[in-house]
């Protein structure tokens, strides 16, 4: 399966409202409320689905590795991946997404690695 793989729209539809549901409604980094789009109307708040590794890592269309978040941290996160670290301490994962500050930390966690 190569990394452009991408499920049918069913699917991913169903792992959205899955996910939603799982994460109350609201994005996974920043804790916001997000939204299911109904029409073509964009609103930063759209839940997109975003995969924990990248597919272009080798991440794969499984609800394990999928995860809502509102457009803009589904943007801010880009390509990267989120230390494990931050998966514990969900607070300090929020605040970096919602100052905005993500992209330096991703940066400097991956140079010292």
Not at 62 to 88: Q, R, S
Request: charge should be positive.
């Amino acid at each position: 399966m190569s990394s452009k793989y991408k499920p049918p729209f069913r699917r991913r539809r169903r792992f959205m409202w899955e996910l939603v549901v799982e994460q109350n409604g609201r994005c996974f980094y920043c804790n916001r409320v997000v939204k299911i789009a109904q029409n073509e109307e964009f609103s930063r708040l759209n839940a997109t689905l975003d995969h924990k590794i990248p597919q272009h890592l080798g991440g794969k269309w499984t609800l394990k590795n999928l995860v809502v978040a509102c457009w803009d941290c589904n943007h801010k996160k880009a390509g990267w991946v989120i230390p494990e670290e931050l998966f514990t301490d969900r607070k300090k994962m929020q605040h970096l997404f919602k100052s905005g500050k993500i992209k330096h930390y991703l940066r400097t966690y991956a140079a010292a690695s």
